[in-house]
């Protein structure tokens, strides 16, 4: 497979990232986030789609949700950029999800499967260096400076009644995107708790079989 076009899906904290960025690098493909095509086109003329406003950036400075059908519009502008890519955030919904399959057909649907308790321990255990914006874990990867150890900050997302809140989103809107892929048959399932690099390993395995 010379390009694949991969589909990645996990809760927060499965690792998404990580596995994203080893794709991208080892595949020579692109990582296409919601969030980047969103911010890379914010000034995407809309005004044929009868929203409210005429670009999605217009929703974005009124910190408002940017319409379904305008991420769609978004979303199929940048994968017909791309030779190749791991999309990542998107689709969010069974309805996003039918629409993907309008844009592009997948090689691969990856989900990074990970245990509530895990990802609530990894989200909780993340610190920031305020002066920096370097992101480490109490656990997993703590800073070797004691300096930067004694200025690390927990963000207001990353404590445990905001991290609940945002499993319990995520579970209400993407695990039926889960289930449509299964019903598919076309979901690879890779077992997010491992070491990141026994992920990787099984991630990669699975990309390649799919060739």
Known sequence: MAQPRILILGAPGAGKGT?????????????ITTG?????????????????YDTPGEYMDQGELVPDEVVNAIVDEALSQADG??????????????????MTDLDVVLYLDVGED???????????????????????NPP??????????????????TVK?????????TEPVIEHYEDEGV???VDGEQAPDAVW???????????
């Open 144 to 161: 070797e400076d004691p300096e930067v150890e004694e200025r690390l900050v927990q963000r207001d997302d990353d404590t445990e009644e």
């Open 187 to 189: 979901l690879e399932r």
């Open 19 to 31: 596995q994203s960025a080893k794709i991208t690098e080892e595949f020579d493909v692109d990582h």
């Open 201 to 211: 390993e099984d991630v990669k395995e699975t990309i390649d079989d799919a060739a």
């Open 36 to 52: 980047d095509a969103l911010r890379n086109n914010k000034e995407m003329d809309i005004s044929d789609m009868d929203t409210e």
């Open 85 to 102: 890519f791991v999309l990542d955030g998107y689709p969010r919904n069974v309805e996003q999800a039918e629409e993907l399959e309008d």
């Open 118 to 140: 895990e990802l609530v321990h990894r989200l909780t255990g993340r610190r920031m260096d305020p002066e920096t914006g370097d992101i480490y874990h109490v656990e997993y």
């Open 165 to 173: 809140e945002r499993l319990s989103v995520f579970r209400e809107n």
